[in-house]
């Protein structure tokens, strides 16, 4: 079952400023931040709020950590904007096999390593209706690294 949003996903030239606008527009404050070299991003999480499953919903505010990254190619076309929407749930794996039963391709055949220790899987957004979606298994509260 997927239980919340995670977060969704926001692709902008300059982490530290964009870091700057959300806290001085909304008050929103960096929850945590690392730089996933697997994923080619710097990145930063504004918890916005806990959710009824036990999990939360964030911010993630994505920058490019190198020209061929995903996220680079993506503000090459795009300019800064809305990349990706995140979908929590307790069990990826069952997700990303169930989903690609119903014929979504799901782009890793293993999930990988995301924020905070987390577990993830990406959907083709040609198969969903131009939404690049990912599903998320957050690390257990106790192992989170912040
Ligand atoms: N949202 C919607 N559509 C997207 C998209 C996005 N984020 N990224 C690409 N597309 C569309 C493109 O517009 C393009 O469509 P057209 O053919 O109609 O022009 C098509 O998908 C192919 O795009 P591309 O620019 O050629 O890009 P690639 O096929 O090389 O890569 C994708 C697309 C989804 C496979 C790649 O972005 C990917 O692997 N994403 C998953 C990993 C990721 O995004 N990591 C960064 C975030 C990390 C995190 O969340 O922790
Ligand atoms: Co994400």
Redesign the pocket.
């Known amino acids: 079952m997927l239980t919340r949003i995670d ?1 969704i ?1 926001i ?1 902008c030239f300059d982490l530290d400023k964009t870091v700057e606008f959300y806290r001085a527009t909304y008050g929103f404050e960096v929850f945590h931040s690392e730089v ?1 070299e697997e ?3 710097r ?1 930063a999480m504004l918890k916005i709020n806990d959710t009824s499953d036990g999990g939360a919903s964030y911010l ?1 505010l ?1 920058e490019p950590t190198r020209p061929d ?3 680079a ?2 503000l090459d ?2 300019g800064e904007g809305v ?2 929407i ?1 979908f929590g749930t307790a069990d990826v794996d069952g997700e990303a096999a169930g989903i690609r039963d119903k014929g979504v391709r799901v ?1 890793y055949e293993e999930p990988r390593r ?2 905070m220790g987390s577990r ?1 899987t ?1 959907l ?3 198969d969903c209706h ?3 979606t ?1 599903l998320v298994t957050s690390a257990p509260v106790e192992s989170q690294e912040h």
């Open positions: 977060h996903g692709a996933n994923q080619g991003v990145e993630q994505l990254s995903t996220v190619k993506w076309k795009n990349h990706h995140a782009l995301g924020s993830i990406f083709h957004p040609k131009g939404v690049l990912e």
